[in-house]
Nanobody
Framework: VQLVESGGGLVQPGGSLRLSCAAS????????MTWYRQAPGKERELVAT????????NYADSVKGRFTISRDNAKNTVYLQMNSLKPEDTAVYYC?????????WGQGTQVTVSS
């Protein structure tokens, strides 16, 4: 099983990034996918989640209206489009595949929002 995040980097406040998470080794379209983030000195927090069929999405209040989660089951990939980025969005972003009781984690990608 592998989850490989990409697309992180350094961006100025107000900018955009698109994170990708490529999955392999399991039946991707049977799993809900979630993006989490962890800032230095803080606990990991849920950012956005999407159901296996992409019918349902949910977002943390702090990112609603700025971030969009999507998935392409044909490509076994989940995305996180991040717009209007703020310094407080700086964190390591992780994707996770969840189907109770199983959870698979990626290794994370760093997002830094700074001028």
């Amino acid at each position: 099983v592998q989850l490989v995040e990409s697309g992180g980097g350094l961006v100025q406040p107000g900018g955009s990034l698109r994170l990708s998470c490529a999955a392999s080794g399991f039946t991707f379209n049977n799993y809900a996918m979630t993006w989490y983030r962890q800032a230095p000195g803080k606990e990991r927090e849920l950012v956005a989640t999407i159901s296996s069929s992409a019918v349902t999405t949910n977002y943390a209040d702090s990112v609603k209206g700025r971030f969009t989660i999507s998935r392409d089951n044909a490509k076994n990939t989940v995305y996180l489009q991040m717009n209007s980025l703020k310094p407080e969005d700086t964190a390591v972003y992780y994707c996770a595949a969840r189907r109770f009781p199983v959870v698979y984690w990626g290794q994370g990608t760093q997002v830094t929002v700074s001028s």
